[in-house]
């Protein structure tokens, strides 16, 4: 079996007595220790993001309110396809900012217009109020674009990682028949995709690797807060649209959201749905947000998905 990378190696052996004291110290986790901890993660970790000639903060206006979302355009005079970007942070985490620098990414390596949502988190917004905004958004593309005046073409790709994953996937799978939204395809990146944590990797990769079982369970307790059919929630066990896109899933070897991940690009492949399964076996959950420590990996996926997506 593939050992984890030794620069993720060397840092989780740096990470994780300092995890363990917070334990033994009773240390409470609070909805804000998460974002902030995300938030440094990334901006530790990512330090090098392209120039882009475009960049624009949008309002989308929807039934729930307005929306932040950010345009990046790296050919403002090119009508290029569109990605709608949903950033992870198990729904309790991350926003447009903070995922910035991955949005620029992914525009730069695919050449599409890429709408990075700022959509509302747990536990102030539980269920589903974050999807909703992810629903909102995605229905009203094309006329947000109208409205930003930039030249774009009609032909759609949802992408995600972890919890926004989660949202990708559950979007494809409402929205997937529209012919006006025309959504070909859908990135799925270490995806969230069984609120019910059945799948061994949980308990497998769930300590040690940065993302923790215990903190799977505390997202989703937040973000669950009316005792909802999470199951029925899971991307991972809703019935597939008759049009569901081309699906690129990305895991990571010691995620524990790993088999999951696994298991959606299987079902689909057992459908007939054109699916792509990458997995990098020594990488960990969130590895996009460690860039700097595996930075060939994260080339290696960035070049993956804009192979995949044209």
Not at 32 to 47: E, H, I, N, P, Y
């Amino acid at each position: 079996m593939t050992d984890v990378h030794p620069n993720l190696r060397a840092w989780l052996d740096q990470l994780n007595p300092m995890v363990a004291e917070q334990k033994a110290r009773g240390v409470e986790a609070t909805p804000q220790m998460v974002r902030d901890s995300l938030a440094g993660l990334t901006t530790s970790f990512v330090t090098r993001a392209p120039e882009l000639p475009l960049i624009r903060d949008l309002l989308a206006e929807t039934p729930e309110g307005t929306i932040p979302v950010r345009l990046y355009h790296p050919r403002p005079d090119t009508a290029t396809p569109v990605m709608v970007f949903f950033h992870g942070g198990g729904h309790m985490a991350g926003s447009v900012a903070v995922y910035d620098p991955i949005a620029r990414k992914l525009a730069d390596a695919t050449g599409m217009l890429v709408l990075s949502v700022d959509y509302r988190l747990a536990p102030e917004t539980p269920y589903p109020g974050g999807l909703t905004d992810c629903l909102n958004v995605t229905g009203q593309v094309w006329a947000l674009l109208d409205q930003a005046q930039v030249p774009f073409q009609r032909r759609l790709v949802l992408a995600g990682d972890s919890g926004g994953a989660s949202y990708a996937a559950t979007v494809s799978h409402q929205l997937a028949d529209s012919r006006e939204l025309n959504i070909t395809h859908q990135v799925l990146i270490y995806p969230s995709l069984d609120y019910t944590m059945a799948h061994p990797s949980i308990t497998r990769h769930g300590e040690g690797y940065l993302l923790e079982e215990s903190r799977i369970r505390w997202y989703f307790d937040h973000y669950f807060a009316n005792g909802e059919d999470r199951r029925a929630a899971s991307p991972l066990f809703m019935p597939l649209a008759s049009r569901m896109p081309a699906t690129l899933v990305i895991t990571a070897g010691y995620c524990p959201l790993h088999d999951e991940g696994v298991a959606y690009a299987r079902k689909l492949e057992g459908a007939g749905v054109a699916s792509q399964l990458k997995d990098y076996a020594d990488m960990i959950h969130a590895y996009l947000n460690l860039e700097d420590l595996v930075p060939e990996a994260c080339s290696h996926t960035y070049h993956l998905i804009s192979e995949f997506v044209r």
